[in-house]
């Protein structure tokens, strides 16, 4: 009876961790890790860089989006002014396209940048759909916007590409302050 107790509670220990490690998304309080984009549009352009390293402990939007159109542009443009508002607390984000055609997107995102007039929020590509794996970003999103301070996650919404409305992008833009000292 010892052995199979024994037994049962190290196959439970293993299925609660294995539950907890694909329980989806990371939630509030948990770290984030180092990655690596490609910049299109930020003062590194052109260059293979870690944003999540660069910004340390300061606060951050990291807006990951599986294509950039018109609401993810507006989205890009709020949280953009709220960076350039924000530069006392040294606010930054950036944004993430995930595609599996990280060089064909440099154009339309150097456009974007130019027609927004974007200029606080780095536009970047990530090589592959699911993004770093340790961001856990859902398959089923469309954009996924994370908001973290001192390396830990504040916000974390994943939102469909029909949620992403003017009343959600303002609701987002207002987020910011969760993560402002």
């Given at each position: 009876m010892?052995?199979f107790?024994?037994?049962l509670s190290?196959?439970?220990?293993?299925?609660?961790?294995?539950a907890?490690e694909?329980?989806g998304s990371?939630?509030e309080g948990?770290p984030?890790q180092?990655f690596?984009v490609t910049?299109?549009?930020?003062?590194?352009a052109?260059?293979k860089?870690?944003?999540?390293?660069k910004y340390?402990?300061?606060?951050?939007?990291s807006?990951?989006?599986?294509?950039?159109n018109?609401?993810?542009?507006?989205l890009?443009?709020?949280?953009?002014?709220q960076?350039g508002a924000n530069?006392?607390?040294?606010?930054?984000?950036?944004v993430?396209?995930?595609?599996?055609?990280p060089?064909?997107?440099s154009a339309?995102l150097?456009?974007?940048a130019a027609?927004?007039?974007?200029?606080?929020t780095?536009?970047t590509t990530?090589?592959g759909?699911?993004g770093p794996s340790?961001?856990?970003?859902?398959?089923?999103?469309?954009?996924?916007v994370?908001?973290w301070v001192?390396?830990?996650v504040k916000v974390?919404?994943?939102l469909?590409?029909?949620d992403l409305?003017?009343?959600k992008?303002?609701?987002?833009a207002k987020?910011?302050?969760?993560?402002?000292?």
């Amino acid at each position: 009876m010892k052995k199979f107790l024994a037994v049962l509670s190290v196959a439970c220990c293993a299925t609660v961790a294995w539950a907890a490690e694909n329980s989806g998304s990371l939630k509030e309080g948990e770290p984030v890790q180092a990655f690596y984009v490609t910049d299109v549009t930020g003062p590194s352009a052109g260059e293979k860089l870690c944003y999540r390293c660069k910004y340390g402990s300061r606060p951050v939007v990291s807006i990951f989006s599986k294509q950039m159109n018109e609401k993810v542009a507006k989205l890009t443009k709020q949280i953009d002014e709220q960076v350039g508002a924000n530069k006392d607390a040294k606010m930054a984000a950036f944004v993430v396209i995930l595609t599996e055609d990280p060089e064909g997107q440099s154009a339309g995102l150097k456009d974007v940048a130019a027609k927004q007039q974007i200029k606080n929020t780095p536009l970047t590509t990530f090589d592959g759909l699911a993004g770093p794996s340790e961001y856990k970003i859902s398959k089923d999103a469309d954009t996924t916007v994370m908001m973290w301070v001192d390396g830990k996650v504040k916000v974390n919404e994943a939102l469909k590409a029909k949620d992403l409305t003017d009343e959600k992008i303002a609701s987002l833009a207002k987020s910011t302050s969760k993560i402002l000292n």
